[in-house]
Protein backbone atom coordinates (compact mmCIF):
# COMPACT_ATOMS: atom_id res chain seq x y z
CA UNK A 1 0.00 0.00 0.00
CA UNK A 2 2.06 3.04 -1.40
CA UNK A 3 -0.73 5.77 -0.24
CA UNK A 4 0.59 8.79 -1.92
CA UNK A 5 3.19 8.90 -4.87
CA UNK A 6 4.42 11.92 -6.77
CA UNK A 7 6.99 11.78 -9.71
CA UNK A 8 9.19 12.91 -10.46
CA UNK A 9 10.70 14.14 -6.47
CA UNK A 10 13.20 16.98 -7.96
CA UNK A 11 13.40 19.01 -11.37
CA UNK A 12 14.89 22.37 -12.91
CA UNK A 13 12.79 23.96 -15.75
CA UNK A 14 14.21 26.94 -17.74
CA UNK A 15 11.88 29.15 -17.76
CA UNK A 16 9.50 29.00 -20.34
CA UNK A 17 9.30 25.41 -20.37
CA UNK A 18 6.61 23.28 -19.70
CA UNK A 19 6.18 19.94 -17.70
CA UNK A 20 3.61 18.23 -15.78
CA UNK A 21 3.43 16.74 -12.07
CA UNK A 22 2.03 13.10 -11.78
CA UNK A 23 0.51 12.11 -8.69
CA UNK A 24 -0.94 8.84 -7.94
CA UNK A 25 -3.31 7.31 -4.93
CA UNK A 26 -4.23 3.39 -4.31
CA UNK A 27 -6.28 4.48 -1.00
CA UNK A 28 -9.20 4.49 -3.37
CA UNK A 29 -9.86 8.01 -2.54
CA UNK A 30 -12.54 10.67 -3.75
CA UNK A 31 -10.67 13.80 -3.13
CA UNK A 32 -7.27 14.81 -4.50
CA UNK A 33 -5.46 18.72 -4.28
CA UNK A 34 -2.59 19.91 -4.99
CA UNK A 35 -0.60 22.41 -2.82
CA UNK A 36 2.55 24.51 -3.43
CA UNK A 37 4.79 25.45 -0.06
CA UNK A 38 7.10 28.06 -0.29
CA UNK A 39 10.39 28.53 2.15
CA UNK A 40 8.92 29.94 5.37
CA UNK A 41 5.55 29.89 4.35
CA UNK A 42 2.30 27.20 4.94
CA UNK A 43 0.48 25.30 2.36
CA UNK A 44 -1.16 27.11 -0.43
CA UNK A 45 -4.43 25.14 -2.56
CA UNK A 46 -3.81 25.39 -6.14
CA UNK A 47 -6.55 23.17 -7.35
CA UNK A 48 -8.42 20.45 -6.01
CA UNK A 49 -10.60 17.12 -7.34
CA UNK A 50 -14.37 16.01 -5.74
CA UNK A 51 -14.14 13.31 -8.27
CA UNK A 52 -13.54 11.70 -11.28
CA UNK A 53 -13.68 14.32 -14.48
CA UNK A 54 -14.23 17.29 -11.74
CA UNK A 55 -11.82 20.33 -11.02
CA UNK A 56 -11.61 23.21 -9.12
CA UNK A 57 -9.19 26.09 -8.14
CA UNK A 58 -7.91 26.81 -5.23
CA UNK A 59 -6.28 30.01 -3.38
CA UNK A 60 -3.23 30.37 -6.11
CA UNK A 61 -4.46 28.43 -9.43
CA UNK A 62 -2.45 30.54 -11.38
CA UNK A 63 0.00 29.47 -14.30
CA UNK A 64 -1.62 25.77 -13.69
CA UNK A 65 -3.72 23.63 -15.44
CA UNK A 66 -5.07 20.28 -13.93
CA UNK A 67 -6.99 17.06 -14.89
CA UNK A 68 -8.34 14.02 -12.86
CA UNK A 69 -9.38 11.51 -16.35
CA UNK A 70 -8.88 8.55 -13.89
CA UNK A 71 -9.80 8.75 -10.51
CA UNK A 72 -6.41 7.24 -8.55
CA UNK A 73 -4.36 9.88 -10.95
CA UNK A 74 -4.33 14.13 -10.40
CA UNK A 75 -1.93 15.56 -12.42
CA UNK A 76 -0.55 19.18 -12.50
CA UNK A 77 0.44 20.99 -15.48
CA UNK A 78 2.83 24.27 -15.55
CA UNK A 79 2.45 25.28 -19.39
CA UNK A 80 4.92 27.58 -19.34
CA UNK A 81 6.97 28.08 -16.54
CA UNK A 82 8.23 31.57 -14.53
CA UNK A 83 10.66 31.37 -11.63
CA UNK A 84 7.84 32.44 -9.09
CA UNK A 85 6.99 28.98 -9.67
CA UNK A 86 9.93 27.35 -7.81
CA UNK A 87 8.23 25.79 -4.91
CA UNK A 88 7.78 22.03 -2.90
CA UNK A 89 4.37 20.90 -4.41
CA UNK A 90 2.27 18.55 -2.54
CA UNK A 91 -0.01 16.40 -3.86
CA UNK A 92 -2.71 14.76 -1.08
CA UNK A 93 -5.97 12.71 -1.28
CA UNK A 94 -9.10 12.26 1.25
CA UNK A 95 -12.15 10.65 1.75
CA UNK A 96 -15.56 12.97 1.03
CA UNK A 97 -17.26 11.98 4.51
CA UNK A 98 -17.28 14.74 6.63
CA UNK A 99 -15.73 12.76 9.89
CA UNK A 100 -12.75 11.40 8.37
CA UNK A 101 -9.21 10.56 8.79
CA UNK A 102 -7.82 12.94 7.51
CA UNK A 103 -5.56 14.29 4.00
CA UNK A 104 -2.85 11.72 2.96
CA UNK A 105 0.46 13.40 1.84
CA UNK A 106 2.34 12.66 -0.81
CA UNK A 107 6.54 13.19 -0.26
CA UNK A 108 6.55 16.68 -2.50
CA UNK A 109 8.06 17.61 -5.82
CA UNK A 110 10.81 20.30 -5.54
CA UNK A 111 10.43 22.52 -8.40
CA UNK A 112 13.49 24.93 -9.61
CA UNK A 113 13.01 27.38 -12.88
CA UNK A 114 15.69 28.99 -13.73
CA UNK B 1 -13.35 28.77 7.20
CA UNK B 2 -12.22 30.46 10.24
CA UNK B 3 -8.80 31.78 11.15
CA UNK B 4 -6.59 30.43 13.25
CA UNK B 5 -3.74 32.08 15.55
CA UNK B 6 -0.77 29.99 16.74
CA UNK B 7 2.50 31.13 18.40
CA UNK B 8 5.19 31.18 15.69
CA UNK B 9 7.54 28.70 18.09
CA UNK B 10 7.66 26.71 21.24
CA UNK B 11 10.25 24.51 23.02
CA UNK B 12 9.85 21.66 24.71
CA UNK B 13 12.14 19.32 26.76
CA UNK B 14 12.37 15.32 25.56
CA UNK B 15 10.20 12.99 27.91
CA UNK B 16 7.55 15.76 29.04
CA UNK B 17 4.16 17.10 27.85
CA UNK B 18 4.02 19.92 24.99
CA UNK B 19 1.24 21.96 24.76
CA UNK B 20 0.44 23.56 21.78
CA UNK B 21 -2.13 26.06 21.49
CA UNK B 22 -4.26 27.74 18.59
CA UNK B 23 -7.07 30.87 19.33
CA UNK B 24 -9.77 30.12 16.89
CA UNK B 25 -12.21 32.73 18.18
CA UNK B 26 -14.02 32.94 14.91
CA UNK B 27 -15.29 29.49 14.41
CA UNK B 28 -18.61 28.50 13.30
CA UNK B 29 -21.02 25.97 14.79
CA UNK B 30 -20.38 23.38 12.44
CA UNK B 31 -16.76 23.57 12.17
CA UNK B 32 -13.75 21.01 12.72
CA UNK B 33 -10.69 21.57 14.36
CA UNK B 34 -8.07 19.56 13.05
CA UNK B 35 -4.46 19.21 13.51
CA UNK B 36 -1.33 18.32 10.79
CA UNK B 37 1.92 17.89 11.41
CA UNK B 38 5.55 18.74 8.89
CA UNK B 39 8.73 17.25 9.47
CA UNK B 40 11.34 19.17 7.85
CA UNK B 41 11.14 18.86 4.60
CA UNK B 42 8.09 16.14 4.27
CA UNK B 43 4.70 16.36 3.52
CA UNK B 44 2.40 17.29 6.55
CA UNK B 45 0.94 14.32 8.34
CA UNK B 46 -2.57 14.30 10.10
CA UNK B 47 -2.58 14.06 13.49
CA UNK B 48 -5.91 15.03 15.19
CA UNK B 49 -9.31 16.32 14.75
CA UNK B 50 -12.69 17.08 16.64
CA UNK B 51 -16.06 19.25 17.19
CA UNK B 52 -17.01 20.07 20.68
CA UNK B 53 -15.51 17.16 22.47
CA UNK B 54 -11.96 16.29 23.66
CA UNK B 55 -10.29 13.69 21.21
CA UNK B 56 -7.34 11.32 22.31
CA UNK B 57 -5.57 8.43 19.69
CA UNK B 58 -2.42 7.01 19.56
CA UNK B 59 -0.87 10.26 18.76
CA UNK B 60 -1.99 12.99 20.62
CA UNK B 61 -5.04 14.55 22.76
CA UNK B 62 -7.11 17.27 21.69
CA UNK B 63 -8.79 19.83 24.30
CA UNK B 64 -11.00 22.48 22.78
CA UNK B 65 -12.59 24.91 25.26
CA UNK B 66 -16.28 24.80 26.30
CA UNK B 67 -16.86 27.86 23.99
CA UNK B 68 -15.17 26.20 21.00
CA UNK B 69 -12.85 29.80 20.47
CA UNK B 70 -9.64 27.69 20.82
CA UNK B 71 -7.89 24.61 21.60
CA UNK B 72 -4.94 22.76 22.55
CA UNK B 73 -3.17 19.91 21.02
CA UNK B 74 -0.87 18.06 23.96
CA UNK B 75 1.93 15.34 22.71
CA UNK B 76 2.14 13.99 26.28
CA UNK B 77 5.46 12.94 25.91
CA UNK B 78 6.98 14.53 23.68
CA UNK B 79 10.48 13.05 21.47
CA UNK B 80 13.08 14.27 19.41
CA UNK B 81 11.37 12.91 16.28
CA UNK B 82 8.25 15.26 17.52
CA UNK B 83 10.12 18.28 16.06
CA UNK B 84 7.91 19.77 13.54
CA UNK B 85 5.78 22.53 12.59
CA UNK B 86 2.32 22.08 14.06
CA UNK B 87 -0.79 23.12 11.99
CA UNK B 88 -3.83 23.82 13.61
CA UNK B 89 -6.82 24.54 10.97
CA UNK B 90 -10.26 24.88 11.40
CA UNK B 91 -12.87 23.62 8.19
CA UNK B 92 -15.92 23.42 6.87
CA UNK B 93 -15.70 22.89 3.53
CA UNK B 94 -13.84 20.24 1.26
CA UNK B 95 -10.41 21.71 1.13
CA UNK B 96 -7.82 22.40 4.24
CA UNK B 97 -6.10 25.72 4.46
CA UNK B 98 -2.82 25.70 6.09
CA UNK B 99 -1.65 28.89 8.00
CA UNK B 100 1.97 29.32 9.06
CA UNK B 101 1.89 26.82 11.80
CA UNK B 102 4.29 26.49 15.46
CA UNK B 103 7.69 25.41 15.21
CA UNK B 104 8.35 22.78 18.14
CA UNK B 105 11.40 22.22 18.97
CA UNK B 106 12.08 19.03 21.57
CA UNK B 107 15.41 19.28 23.32
CA UNK B 108 17.35 16.37 24.88
Known amino acids: NAGVTQTPKFRVLKTGQSM ?11 YMY ?23 KGEVPDGYNVSRLKKQNFLLGLESAAP ?10 SRPDRVYYGYTFGSGTRLTVV | D ?39 SQGPQYIIHGLKNNETNEMASLIITEDRKSSTLILPHAT ?15 TL ?12
Open chain 1, 20 to 30: TLLCAQDMNHE
Open chain 1, 34 to 56: WYRQDPGMGLRLIHYSVGEGTTA
Open chain 1, 84 to 93: SQTSVYFCAS
Open chain 2, 2 to 40: AKTTQPPSMDCAEGRAANLPCNHSTISGNEYVYWYRQIH
Open chain 2, 80 to 94: LRDTAVYYCIVRSGS
Open chain 2, 97 to 108: TFGKGTMLLVSP
